[in-house]
């Protein structure tokens, strides 16, 4: 059973914010929320990961509900070269389970 | 600091052949991940090591592949005999934290794309 929902596609405008939703009702209380992403021909990519604190990186921010109960995260400024599929996994200390993702398309 | 190696980069070969795929991870990782990518799904984790010994291969079609990763630095993935179903993109990945262990993060290399004529 999938963990996570994700929308299948999503578009940007180039120089805007970019944020990409997940939900993941069911997660437990020692599951971390991951986010990957593929550029095409590439492999995944790591990107960030929380448990229930917001956090920032030099890629993105992670926005995670109060309840934990789904989450978002932000590119501030997206260009060409974020368009990808991007994945959001939910889980504890298991292995990594990709679903297939929101695939995101920056306008130029 | 390289990157995770893969080689080869493409690979196209007859059902039933063999073939081999190479990778090197990222100097120190203890972990290394092999992943199966098949067109428009998410990458599918085969076996996963801990230095040189098995952590998880219950997902590796153990009559058909196998690997191995014997002085715990570079790991091959072998088919024999390949199948149709078996094309896609093979992806290594490698990890500095043990196996199992929270808040890890995968290094993925760029993949080696087997097509099975």
């Known amino acids: 059973d999938a963990k996570t929902t994700q929308p299948p596609s999503m578009d940007c405008a180039e120089g805007r914010a970019a944020n990409l939703p997940c939900n993941h009702s069911?997660?437990?209380?020692?599951?971390?929320v991951y986010w990957y992403r593929q550029i095409h021909s590439q492999g995944p990519q790591y990107i960030i990961h929380g448990l229930k604190n917001n956090e920032t990186n030099e890629m993105a921010s992670l926005i995670i509900t109060e309840d934990r109960k789904s989450s978002t995260l932000i590119l501030p400024h997206a260009t060409l070269r974020d368009t990808a599929v991007y994945y959001c996994i939910v889980r504890a200390s298991e292995k990594l389970t990709f679903g297939t993702g929101t695939r995101l398309t920056i306008i130029p | 600091e390289a990157g995770v190696a893969q080689s080869p980069r493409y690979k196209i070969i007859e059902k039933r052949q063999s073939v081999a795929f190479w990778c090197n991870p990222i100097?120190?990782?203890?972990?290394l991940y092999w992943y199966q990518q098949i067109l428009g799904q998410g990458p599918k984790l085969l076996i996963q090591f801990q230095n040189n010994g098995v952590v998880d291969d219950s997902q590796l079609p153990k009559d058909r592949f196998s690997a191995e990763r014997l002085k715990g630095v570079d790991s091959t993935l072998k088919i024999q005999p390949a199948k149709l179903e078996d094309s896609a993109v093979y992806l290594c990945?490698?990890?500095?934290?043990?196996?199992?262990?929270?808040?890890?993060?995968?290094?993925f290399g760029p993949g080696t794309r087997l097509t099975v004529l």
């Open positions: 069911t997660i437990s209380g020692n599951e971390y």
């Open positions: 990945a490698s990890s500095p934290q043990l196996a199992g262990a929270w808040g890890d993060t995968q290094y």
């Open positions: 100097s120190g990782h203890a972990t």
